[in-house]
């Protein structure tokens, strides 16, 4: 179903609605209205009747009780509803009709009757004979005490009338209002619903890759900010997939140079490889040694390069926990940089209680060789403590150096994201992954990893491995970086 179909549709059903409502409602406001008329009309009539009543008591020289008789009252009753158009009936304390204008027996015996003796006036309507009745009943009050009561019987035929017209009238009034608001709302949704064609071909035309169609819309509404809107979209769109053009064109051509530079070191390695199987004197296999390391610093190098392009890009590595002496990592990985610590001439003070955790071990070994790395390049310390302490839940590992330190304000972003830190500074040695990624390590570990450094008095790194696995989502997790 179409948009202008639907907005169609809506907009005659709403409207059927609002008619409708307002039938129901000027219905029952005319109805009350000539009810509450009625009443007010009885109402005066009742207040003239016992006036003309209390005369006729003074003039006929009659009690009071001898009004709501028998004898006097259908006389007093017929008087009472001459030149009217409704009945007058007087009725006694027992409830009884003493005395009616007409002799219809209908409607004698109502509960109307009972609620006016209590003292209150009466509105009852009721069916009677093919039509309705306004029953109006009031008390009769004479020097202070009830002696009887006047009931009026208003044949409301002719309201019924009335309302019957009126709601044919109103019925013929909102179907012409139904039709002529449809008509008008079918020609505005078609004028309305058109730029959003013209619309809808151009972003074929977009889906194709054909940018160059514009939308011209004169219109100063929503539509004609979205035509704008999808102007401007295309010819982004269209400068967006320029500049991916290019830049593909500029990557394509590094990747290219680069696989050519990569291929050549890897040709002189292997050949220089199988060139020292064959060779018997020490100098010969020296010089092809140098060439191999030679052409390997430059494989390396280019790989360094290569890694500086693909900073933003992702690598999935996978965390595998399991329960494992830390202490036995720790010195592991303490033998693995025993040379390169040496040559950095920093001492190294170690201190290890037997303490079991949950871990991945591979990833542990990489959170503390970059620890221990970074303080061995950037710390400028003279002296490293490692201690190992086993706790209840946990084990924490302390690494403390005593070098530089570092700055508040560098401690608030080395755990952030390569992509966060826009003042980043990539150097051969460091390309600043390192530090998140011991964080995400840590984390998807169940443990932590916290600094406490200050300018000139050193860095402690505190590791905390947790002993339960209560605090890690899953045994095996994937990280993306």
């Known amino acids: 179903m179409g948009l202008r179909n639907k907005m169609f549709i809506q907009h005659a059903v709403t409207i ?20 509450e008329r009625d009443t007010q009309t009885l109402s005066q009539y009742s207040a003239l009747h016992r006036i003309e009543a209390l005369k006729i008591v003074s003039d ?10 028998g004898t006097y009252a259908p006389f007093i009753a017929s008087h009472l509803a001459s030149n009217s158009n409704f009945q007058v009936q007087l009725f006694a304390l027992d409830e009884t009709i003493v005395g009616s204008s007409s002799d219809k027996e209908n409607l004698l015996k109502r509960n109307d009757i009972k609620i006016a003796l209590s003292g209150n006036t009466t509105t009852v309507i009721t069916a009677g004979e093919g039509t ?11 020097e202070g005490k009830m ?47 058109k730029p959003l064609h013209v619309l809808q071909q151009a972003l074929k035309s977009v889906s194709i890759g054909d940018f160059s169609r514009k939308i011209e819309v004169s219109s100063r509404d929503e539509v004609g900010d979205l035509a704008k809107d999808f102007n401007h979209m295309s010819d982004a769109l269209q400068h967006h997939i320029e500049m991916l053009h290019y830049e593909q064109g500029k990557q394509k051509a590094f990747y290219d140079n680069i696989t050519h530079e ?16 064959r060779m018997n004197r020490t100098e010969d296999i020296q010089e092809c040694n140098s060439y191999i390391r030679k052409e390997s610093t430059r494989l390396l190098t280019m790989v360094e390069e290569l890694l500086h392009t693909s900073l933003k890009g992702d690598e999935a590595w996978r965390i595998i926990l399991e329960q494992a002496d830390l202490g036995s990592i720790i010195t592991d990985s303490l033998r693995i940089l025993q040379p390169t610590l040496k040559k950095s001439t920093i001492s190294t003070m170690v201190k290890i209680s037997p303490c079991t955790v949950y871990l991945d071990p591979e990833r542990t070994q990489q959170v503390l060789f970059n620890v221990i790395d970074n303080a061995i390049k950037h710390s400028e310390c003279t002296q490293l403590h490692i201690e190992l302490t086993d706790h209840e839940h946990y084990g924490l590992v302390c690494i403390v ?24 500074v990539i150097t051969n040695e460091s390309h600043g992954l390192g530090l998140p990624i011991c964080k995400q390590f840590m984390e998807l570990q169940g443990g932590s990893i916290v600094i406490n450094s ?9 590791l905390r491995f947790p002993k339960n696995l209560k605090n890690v989502s899953a045994v095996t997790k994937v990280i993306q970086i």
Not at 23 to 34: E, F, G, P, Q, R
Not at 408 to 417: C, E, R, W
Request: net charge negative; hydrophobic share 45%.
């Open 132 to 142: 309705q009745y306004l029953i109006y009943s009031v008390p009769f009050w004479y």
């Open 262 to 277: 990569l291929k050549t070191p890897l040709t002189s390695i292997i050949g220089f490889s199988d060139l020292m199987a």
């Open 147 to 193: 002696v009887g009561g006047f009931r009026y019987l208003l044949d409301l035929q002719e309201n019924i009338d009335t309302l019957h017209q009126m709601r044919r009238w109103f019925i013929g009034a909102a179907i012409g209002c139904l039709i002529f608001s449809l008509l008008a709302s079918y020609s505005f949704s078609s004028f309305l619903v």
């Open 16 to 35: 059927v609605m609002l008619l409708t409502a307002m039938y129901y409602i000027v219905n029952y406001t005319l109805d009350k209205s000539m009810i």
């Open 454 to 462: 200050s300018e000139g008095q050193g860095t402690e790194v505190q």
């Open 401 to 424: 150096d005593n070098g530089k330190g570092i700055s508040q304000q560098d401690q608030q972003i080395v755990f952030l994201p390569s992509a966060e830190k826009q003042d980043r």
């Open 60 to 69: 006929k020289k009659i009690n009071i009780e001898e009004l709501f008789s």
